[in-house]
């Protein structure tokens, strides 16, 4: 599966971002899907999965501002980030996981400032 990831950028805190993650698989069949996130200095962390049978979880701190979602039409999965924080700032990376096996996309910056 390859993932292409895009859609970060630098915005004020307070402000919205959509990330978008195009899958060269139908998405829908891929049993998991997440976004991870990688900040300077600091280990990879999820922020959020859909999982068959298991639904979506986020990271406590992204409750309430990020959704997931699957658009099974474009094979495309998305986060929407509202109410970003400084804290926020990261590379995102979407994320597919199919048995043992894991696919990454390259990753898409984002950053914001107070």
């Known amino acids: 599966v390859q993932l292409q ?3 970060g950028g630098l915005v004020q805190a307070g402000e919205s971002l959509r990330l978008s993650c195009v899958a060269s698989a139908s998405i829908h069949t891929i049993p998991v899907v997440a976004w991870y ?3 300077p200095g600091k280990q990879r962390e999820l922020v959020a999965s859909i999982g068959h049978g298991i639904g979506i979880d986020y990271a406590d701190s992204v409750k309430g ?3 997931i ?3 099974n039409v474009k094979n495309t999965l998305v986060l929407q980030m509202n ?3 400084p804290e926020d700032t990261a590379v995102y ?3 597919a996981q199919r048995g043992n096996l894991n696919y990454w996309g390259q990753g898409t ?3 914001v400032f107070s």
Do not use: E, K
């Open 5 to 7: 990831a895009s859609g």
């Open 37 to 39: 996130r990688q900040a």
């Open 65 to 67: 501002r990020f959704t």
């Open 69 to 71: 979602s699957r658009d």
């Open 83 to 85: 109410n970003l924080r």
């Open 93 to 95: 990376y979407c994320n």
């Open 109 to 111: 910056l984002v950053t």
